[in-house]
């Protein structure tokens, strides 16, 4: 073995996303003197990681291809890997993504490259089609993804199962790794609650939070139809939406056309969410399909309540403080159950235990683990 693991991160794009906001921050975290961290990307057109990356030493390859169909623009990227990793000699390719192509573009390479672990990280289930055909595929990838891979890491039980084979689950293989913070950043803080609601111009108002992408898979559309329920019966009720994408403007123009709007915050995104969380009285998700959110761990943390769609698995449920429901239940029954969600839990021994399984210091020695132990 080198004097450094040389591990090569596989990921869609250096944007803000969920996958990417993982690999950041395990790689500011891990010991870069034990381990030689680089990136292989296939979209350049999000680069928000890119100089911080690069400024630390690390190198990121673009890896694209102009093919429009999506299988054969897959074996093209699996060949340029293929040659990144041999020229360059890594002992691991780390390939994160939701859907299984993104999966296989690194994994495969790993896999027909002589001397190289391939681990596979499943952060999403993606959206279920529930068709024969796409039921029958998914099968095939399964089977196929389980084969090939050293390790198969997964977010949350939901995520493994929509990418691995039952028996790969039970076996030694198989990690859930924790989506995991910096706890202290997200820990309530009462003079921080008062400073965001006076930025906002809010004081005894009942503040229903949601942060994530304004797009389809978040869901927002659904929300804003549950706040003008919501106003029929606490008129000082306020939503603040933090995030940024293509529906934000067709969301504004909603939330006007409703006559809802002077009660709605769109932030756009922002580089200190753990400060809005404060201000709010309860967190709310309506996504049509998700992983494990990182908003979930940070607004529990918080020790803020949630209501959440039933389409996200129970294990984000860390403290008992979470609602599900179903999207097929109607606006008033949503409206229900946000506005009776009760308050902050209170701190406790067990709050400081959970808390730890989800600090980024102690996952980021976990992978490290993994990594040295798949070499071994």
């Keep these: ?73 897959t074996i093209i990227k699996i060949i340029k890997v293929k040659k990144i990793l041999l020229r360059n000699k890594y002992d691991i390719i780390h390939c994160h993504s939701c859907s299984f ?14 001397g190289i672990k391939v681990i596979s990280h499943s952060h999403n289930p993606g959206m279920p089609k529930n068709k024969f055909m796409d039921n029958l595929i998914r099968a095939v990838f399964k089977y196929f993804l389980s084969y090939i891979v050293d390790s198969g890491l997964a977010c949350s039980d939901i995520a493994a199962e929509s ?36 930025k906002y111009n809010i ?12 797009e389809f898979q978040k869901n927002q559309e659904y929300l804003l139809k549950i706040f003008k329920e919501i106003k029929k019966k606490n008129n000082a009720a306020k939503l603040i939406i933090i995030g940024e994408g293509s529906l934000e403007s067709k969301l504004k123009k909603y939330a006007k056309d409703k006559g809802i709007d002077n009660d709605i915050i769109f932030t756009g995104k922002v580089d200190d969410c753990e400060k809005y969380y404060n201000m709010m009285d309860v967190f709310v998700l309506t996504s049509r399909y998700e992983g494990f959110p ?19 698995t129970k ?19 949503w409206a ?35 990594y040295l132990e798949l070499l071994n």
Excluded: H, W
Aim: glycine share 6%.
């Design 101 to 114: 192509l993104g999966l296989f573009r690194g994994a495969v390479a790993g896999k027909i490259s002589k």
């Design 203 to 214: 004081s005894n108002e009942f503040v229903i939070g949601n942060i994530g992408r304004l």
């Design 294 to 312: 990182f908003v979930m761990v940070e607004s529990q943390i918080n020790r803020l309540p949630s209501v959440v769609s039933s389409a996200i």
């Design 336 to 370: 229900n159950r946000i506005l009776n969600s009760g308050s902050r839990i209170n701190y406790s021994s067990d709050y400081e235990n959970k808390c730890k399984n989800y600090d980024l210091q102690y996952q980021t020695k976990e992978l490290e683990k993994i």
């Design 315 to 333: 294990s984000v449920n860390i403290f008992n403080n979470v609602d599900f429901i179903s999207l097929e239940k109607d606006e008033k029954e």
């Design 163 to 198: 990418k691995y084979t039952n028996k790969f689950i039970k076996s030694k293989k198989f990690i859930i790794v924790n989506n995991s913070i910096e706890v202290k950043k997200f820990l309530f803080n009462e003079n921080i609650r008062k400073e965001m609601r006076e």
């Design 1 to 73: 073995m080198r004097e450094k693991v040389r591990v090569l991160q596989s990921v869609g794009s250096l944007g803000v996303g969920g996958n990417e906001i993982f690999v950041m921050n395990f790689f500011r975290n891990i010991n870069k003197d034990k381990f030689q961290i680089d990136f292989v990307i296939y979209d350049d057109s999000r680069m928000d990681f890119y100089d911080e990356i690069i400024s630390s030493g690390s190198k990121v390859y673009i890896c694209k291809s102009n093919v429009k169909n999506q299988y054969l623009d």
